[in-house]
């Protein structure tokens, strides 16, 4: 292959500043998101905006070396690029490891399997088959998930280059069709998203480099229509009031999509995420446009600096999170720890900036041989040497330690046979053939504190209850005093997935006219979810919907007041207050603070109940 001729100062000058501003805009987005994802449960559409940039620059710079040269160096392509993204991920995996290895024991399961695939770029798909759900934000979060988005860019820059040089070579001639296969690539992908999507696991869809592709592709064809060198400074009047206009409502829209989609709605993955793309190939397209104003209004110091750091903000933001979050119970001040976290990634990501990122450009590897043959030896660079040398010897025992399967802990093995127990119960309710409750029993009265004739109530009440594992825990003490109720309870079910069950129960005809919800223990919901759960269950029913204790996470606070609000507007909606009931009761929880032992299970049954005979 020839060697691409050097870039003219001019195009060295010609740096999109703006495009920093935009690097900001997604990264915030996808921060805040995962630390306050009730405000914004958009936030994790940052990442297409990344995968647009990247889509965009890496074509650019494709095409200008084609149209200077008639070839592509794709061996120099691979080392820039690689060169770019490996020292700052070896830097965050060899930190992580050594955390892992000496504060985080739990973690060590699998985790030579998750380093090899990050280093390999196919830890995307390693996560479709062995990792947990990006919006499980409960069960035991891994400190590497979000790194899945590295795994598509970086297919993407081995894959894209050479198909692109094969088009070049075969259909030069023809820009115009390699332009429109690559917007029909970019629809294809969208179309797959679409037919892949499935409820139960979205990893397939959300992880895969295929069913992501379209960000990528669509910054490839805004390159292809809208390249760079061919864009005018000078435009009239009104071409400018357009772009800037284009530009301003753009990124309007792309804001109240970061703060309206959500992440698990079938609609964000039938068309919503590819349309939120577009629009942000609509900004993007007029900030690199050096006669719209869109440049210079996204470009300030603070944008320029988070912009250049933004890689560094992204990769060191979940290990700080999950960490953190492990050591803190952030509920009671999710907005104060939370400013601490940002500040903990942002001093992270400053320090891979400069020590890592800002080095490695320069960086050439005998100039470690030199520091070492040199006398005088430059101490400081000795000890960076030494210090570097050293981590990197602890990330490789904390490898090389012995990988274990987490065993089950005691309230895993008692979720599983509540789980089990529940369901042999629910048969009978269906068959009609359900044991009633002894309504003289002097043991449920002494152990729920109720009368015999609360009990009798009871006996003959029939009721729905719709719940995550907090309710599968529950469950048998529930099933205990109201022999009629009907449990539908899931580990791990985010309140996205109410309407769906509720529609299902109500089909089966197991939909009774008292419905009790608990959801919102793995994350809090919008106002759409809410809106579609009071829908499906209707307004001739009864709804007791129980409030959470989650002081370990940050959304406890929004999904309470969201519910208080919920049941002060609506005559049917019910608050049943378990967070003010178990305040102050820490012994009534598993150590998770979540979960209930035995006496917090009868004391969360009987504030239940209670709230229920009041109305009956």
Known sequence: MKKIRPASADQRSRYVTGIDGLRTLAVMGVIIYHLFIAQLPGGFLGVPLFLLISGYFVTNQLQNEWDQTQTIDLVRLYKRRFWRLYPPLIGMLVTT???????????????????????????????????????????????????????VEAQF???????????????????????????????????????????????????????????????????????????????APTEKTVLNGAGVISFLILLIGFCTLDGQAKGTYFGGMF???????????????????????????????????????????FPIMVFYEAKVQVGAHPFINGLIEVAMILLAAELSYRLVEQPMKTFRFRSVRETLETRPRNPRKLAQLGIAGLMLVAALIGLCLPERAPAKTGLQTHLAKANQTTAARNKLIASGKTPKVQVNAKSLKAKYQLSEKQLKVLSRLKMTVIGDSVMVDAAQNIQELVPDAYVDAQVGRQGSAGPAVINSLKQQGHLAKIVVLNLGTNGPMTTQTIDEILNAIGKDRQIYWINTHLPTKSWEKTVNKQLRKLAKHNANVHLVDWNRQSKGHDSWFANDQVHMDQEGNVQFTRLLVTTILKNH
């Open 97 to 151: 490891v050594i955390y892992i290895t000496l504060f985080s024991h739990q973690l060590l399961y699998q985790l030579r399997q998750i380093v090899v695939t990050n280093l390999l770029w196919v830890y995307n798909w390693w996560e479709i088959g062995h990792g947990q759900s990006y919006f499980d934000r409960f069960n035991g979060e891994s400190p590497f998930t979000h790194l899945w988005t590295l795994g």
């Open 157 to 235: 820059y081995l894959i894209w280059p050479a198909l692109l040089f094969i088009a070049f070579v075969g259909l030069g001639r023809h820009r115009r069709l390699i332009k429109w296969l690559t917007l029909l690539l970019a629809v294809g992908s969208a179309v797959l998203m679409a037919a892949l999507y499935n409820p139960a696991n979205l990893n397939r869809v959300y992880y895969g480099t295929d069913t992501r592709a379209f960000s990528l592709l669509l910054g490839a064809w805004l390159a292809m229509v809208w390249p760079r060198r061919r864009l005018r400074n000078n435009l």
């Open 275 to 317: 349309a939120y793309s577009l629009v942000g190939t609509i900004l993007l397209a007029t900030i690199v446009h050096p006669g719209a104003s869109m440049n210079r209004w996204l470009t300030n110091p603070v944008f320029s600096w988070v912009g250049r750091r933004s890689y560094g903000i992204y990769i060191y933001q």
